[in-house]
C-alpha cells in the first residue's frame, strides 16, 4: 500500500484538456482530495470543480492487489456514461504510474482504442497527470488531456 503514499492529501489541480473541437482548454479550478479508508488498504479520491466549462465530480478507490501484483481503481463522475475499471502498476525506480483501463465507458460507449494515465514528475509537492490513447494498439501514444497537481496549503 505505501506506493501510492505521495498520492495522499489535498491537491489543487489545473486541467489541459481537448474539447469536442479538437482544441485546448484550460482550467485552474478543480481540487482533489485522496485519503486512506478501510483501515489504510484503500485510497479514496474525490476530485471536484468544473471541467470544459461545467460542474464536475468524480470518486474513485484504489487498492492493491497482492494476487495480481497490481493496483486496481474504480472510477465513477458525472459525465455521460463515466464508468471506469483500471489496472496499472508502479515502476519505483522512474517514479511513474501507469494503468491501463479494463472498462471504460465514454459517452458513445465503450471505448474502441487504447487508452492510458500516466502519473509522472512526482514529488513530495507537486505531481504531473496525463490520459492518452492509441489508435494502433499501443505503438503511439496522442495526448487527450493533462493535469497538474499542486499540494494544497493548510
Known amino acids: ?21 479538437g482544441e485546448w482548454e484550460d482550467e485552474e479550478n478543480l481540487q482533489a482530495e485522496h485519503s486512506a ?5 484503500a485510497i479514496f479520491e474525490h476530485f471536484d470543480g468544473v471541467l470544459m466549462g461545467k460542474p464536475f465530480e468524480a470518486w474513485s478507490i484504489r487498492k492493491f492487489n497482492p494476487q495480481e501484483n ?8 458525472t459525465t455521460p456514461g463515466g464508468f471506469a ?12 504510474f501507469i494503468g ?4 471504460v465507458i465514454t459517452p458513445d460507449g465503450l471505448a474502441d482504442k487504447a487508452v492510458r494515465e500516466v502519473f509522472f514528475d ?10 492518452e490513447t492509441s489508435e494502433d494498439g499501443g505503438d503511439d501514444w496522442t495526448l487527450k488531456w493533462s493535469l497538474e497537481y499542486t499540494r494544497a496549503n493548510g
Open 85 to 96: 475499471d483500471w489496472t496499472g502498476h508502479w515502476d519505483r525506480d522512474s517514479s511513474i
Open 122 to 131: 512526482i514529488n513530495d509537492d507537486r505531481f504531473s497527470w496525463k490520459y
Open 1 to 21: 500500500m505505501g506506493d501510492l503514499d505521495w498520492f495522499k492529501g489535498t491537491w489543487d489541480v489545473v486541467s489541459r484538456s481537448l474539447n469536442a473541437n
Open 70 to 77: 497490481q493496483w486496481e481503481q474504480r472510477w465513477v463522475d
Open 100 to 103: 491501463h483501463p479494463n472498462r
Open 37 to 41: 479508508i478501510l483501515g489504510g488498504h
